[in-house]
């Protein structure tokens, strides 16, 4: 069973950072899948952020591009997204998740696991 458990979300000052952490265990390879971030807000879609592979490189979408950082601790089944210069519309409840494929992950948005989350609240 593959588990992922997220964390690194708090309250900060806009224009301030925070690096979100995500641990995977369980029957789990990172050599053969995608590792992404999404976030939802109150009221609003889930919104893809960030996706990564060991082989393939990193994605990110507009919103967050520039302003993160995706990245992999292979060795230790850990997956991160630092995040810069935060603004209030980034507040959201950001979620951890991987799939096998970049399709199941970024297209379709259907991956085969996730985190329970971790809030971001930036305040003005």
């Known amino acids: 069973q593959v588990q992922l458990v997220d964390s690194g979300g708090g309250s900060v000052q806009a224009g301030g950072s925070l690096k979100l952490s995500c641990q995977i265990s369980g029957n789990f390879d990172m050599s053969d899948h995608f590792v992404g971030w999404f976030r939802q807000a109150p009221g609003k879609a889930r919104v893809r952020i960030a996706a990564?592979?060991?082989?393939?490189?990193?994605a990110y979408y507009r919103i967050i591009e520039g302003r993160a950082t995706i990245s992999l601790d292979k060795a230790n089944s850990m997956a991160y997204l630092q995040m810069y210069n935060l603004q209030p519309d980034d507040s959201a409840m950001y979620y951890c998740?991987?799939?096998?494929?970049?399709?199941?992950?970024?297209?379709?948005?259907?991956?085969?696991?996730w985190g329970q989350g971790t809030q971001v609240t930036v305040v003005s």
């Open positions: 998740a991987a799939a096998p494929t970049f399709g199941k992950l970024w297209i379709t948005e259907r991956p085969d696991y």
């Open positions: 990564i592979s060991a082989y393939s490189g990193s």
